[in-house]
């Protein structure tokens, strides 16, 4: 069953019936692959690009923070600025910009520059997930929505497996630009693709600034983003010392450390692709599962890192709870209201304040003399917090759900007895 026309969700998405669905989601999903490449690769690619630009790699990783940052800002401000746009033409300026400052990212002649291109590259991250994830779901039937939005995050996560040690491999060989050059080719792309493929959608009559910003007085909306914000963080609290953990604790062999971060990888395309096809039967009960199941690995984490065997399983099931923005994006769109952009691009600034918050977190733990293995419960007090949270929010649910069933029950009982009055 479709959501009914006047559904706040609906309002202003492409229809279904004109172009081609599934055509339409593979070019999303191509342009979160374009995004996630750099964005997980850039990590690795720090000594490289370093080295080029004659600048420090503590220096250099400030790269990474700019980046991030650019998604926090852009996230909000782009949803609210693009909400006159329709969806078709916002996809199609973000992915251009996106790939035009990764280009510029590829001919930086200095630092500066190359920072100043890694702040540009963020801005449009966020609000481009946001209104991909809005018109995949418009495509498909209500209770498929999850499933719909899985297949674009799909792009992110195969980026981890596919063009993270593709962007490394190119480092070593050819050129750290050449990585940044092949993102923005793919951006091109992907704006190419979306011109094509996707059909304009129907006029927006109650999309604007203001009513976007209506999701910023909404208490499902802020307690949502929260759960991401802060129990996603422990995922990155771990996932930024794997190979710090690697070479002082377990003492591996090289050869570990990229396939440690392909388990990691792999996980996380599991856990998406299982998590999109489960997760409309309840949200909210598919977002505790994941997070408490985050939680314990977190927990267990510690204690299996003095060994590939158990260090592994441990890592791909971390990787598995990645899917946690799955059931939180599809639980916005259902009470966002109409402020639908800014809601689902704020959810994708919310976890890149949890990839801040996390290794930030875990830093200050190492820095007190704690070792490596404290990631594991920095990060396990993370999903802890997100889990009240989320329990939080779950309760705020019942309480609006019993609320509205009353209304509904004495509006009910009013207009029976209306008749036996007269």
Sequence with gaps: MHEPADHPFDAGVLPEQSGNPGRVIASLALGGFAIGTVEFAAMSLVPYFSADLKIGPAAAAHAISAYALGVVIGAPVLAIFGARFSRKTLLIALMVFYGAANLFASLAISYPV?????????????????????????????????????????????????????????????????????AALLAFLTGFLVLKFASHNRKETSSSPLTELSALKNRQVLLTLSVGAIGFGGLFAVY????????????????????????????????????????????????????ILALIMLVLYPFTVHTLWLMAPCLFLIGFSGALGLPLQTHLMDVAGRAQTLAAA???????????????????????????????????????????????????CNSQRNASVNATGVHTQLLSEAPNQR
Excluded: C
């Design 114 to 182: 190359f920072l100043l291109s890694r702040f540009m590259a963020g801005l449009p991250h966020g609000a481009y997930f946001g209104v991909a994830a809005l018109v995949a779901a418009s495509l498909v039937p209500q209770n498929k929505r999850s499933w719909a939005i899985s297949m674009v995050m799909l792009g992110l996560t195969a980026a981890t497996l596919l063009g993270v040690p593709l962007s490394s491999f190119t480092a070593q060989y050819l050129s750290w630009r050449y990585a940044f050059g092949f």
């Design 240 to 291: 930024t010392y794997v190979a710090s953990t690697l070479q002082e604790i377990t003492q591996a062999p090289h050869w570990a450390e990229p396939l440690m971060f392909i388990i990691f990888g792999a996980g996380m395309v599991t856990g998406t692709w299982i998590t999109g096809r489960v997760a409309d039967r309840n949200l909210l009960a598919t977002a505790a599962a994941l997070l």
């Design 346 to 396: 704020s959810h994708h600034a919310a976890f890149n304040l949890a990839n801040a918050l996390g290794p930030w977190l875990a830093s200050v733990a190492i820095g007190m003399g704690w070792s490596y293995t404290a990631s594991g419960f920095v990060g396990a007090g993370l999903a802890f917090a997100g889990l009240v949270i989320l329990l939080l929010l779950i309760k705020d």
